[in-house]
């Protein structure tokens, strides 16, 4: 009876993550190259259920291999969909069309990992993210450009005041990795890497599987609003059926100790 309390409240809680997910993906349905997060379920180790008969030998009471589950837990991972390319204008607005993500380094000094290139001049004339922290690449742009110009394969140049031709002054590598839906949201749209994300191998767009770069174009949101309604109409459901599992137990523990009264 005390397991299903504890399988009612874990199933109670993984609800309540999948809530929380669906709410904070709602809130970013409009958040240029926003990753939605999915919540997978995983049981909680099995817990052994096994008793000591008369004659000293262990006795499972019909479970198999003496297991039986305790609940489960939830765990929030990446989509991996792509979202819709659109058009902005903006010189400065770096869309990637297929895999990878732009490395950033931020204001700590630790690196982490964006889709979404708003892209700026920051306050050291450093190509930025649009929280101010600067491109891996740390690309600097001189404060006479009047253009910058960002090709398919990463290539950045400049078009001075007092210049024809456009120079070259950095280059835009994309970041992989072997397990992305791996990767931790970090707050401003980025991303960090954890150890289940695997090693980040880092190549020029367009090289290695990497996607190429849509100067002009932002990626919008892969959060699909009818979905994401309708995932939590059912994440709702389930809450209110292991709240009925808790009720119930609670219910059946009054009445057995009701009875030694």
């Given amino acids: 009876m005390l397991d299903a309390l504890y399988v009612g409240a874990t199933g109670m809680r993984g609800q309540q993550l999948q809530i929380d997910t669906i709410a904070h993906n709602l809130a970013n349905v409009n958040t240029v190259g926003f990753r939605r997060g999915v919540v997978s ?25 003496g297991l039986r589950g305790s609940g489960v837990a939830g765990e929030v ?42 892209l700026a001049v920051n306050g050291d004339n450093l190509l930025a993210a649009a929280d101010g922290s600067a491109l891996a690449s740390r690309i600097e742009i001189p404060s006479d450009s009047r253009e910058i110009q960002i090709s398919p394969d990463g290539r950045v140049s400049v078009l001075a005041s007092d210049q024809e031709e456009p120079i070259e002054v950095g280059q835009i590598d994309l970041v992989a990795f072997s397990n992305p839906s791996a990767l931790r949201a970090a707050g401003s749209n980025l991303y960090v890497a954890e150890a289940a ?56 523990l009054s009445i057995t100790n009701s009875l030694y009264r």
């Fill in 41 to 65: 379920f995983s049981e909680v180790t099995a817990a052994l259920a096994a008793t000591s008969g008369l004659d000293g030998v262990s006795n499972t009471r019909g479970f198999a291999n």
């Fill in 197 to 252: 994300a695997g090693e980040p191998q880092v190549a020029a767009p367009g090289e290695l599987g990497m996607g190429l770069l849509r100067q002009g174009f932002v990626e919008s949101s892969n959060v699909q609003l009818a979905d994401e309604l309708v995932t939590m109409m059912v994440a709702q459901r389930a809450f209110e059926m292991n709240a009925r599992v808790v009720q119930a137990a609670d219910q059946m």
């Fill in 77 to 118: 991972t990446l989509s991996l969909l792509a979202g819709e390319l659109k058009q902005s204008g903006e010189p400065l607005d770096l869309a990637i069309d297929g895999v990878g993500f732009i490395e950033v380094i931020r204001a700590d000094g630790t690196p982490a990992y964006t889709r979404a290139g708003k």
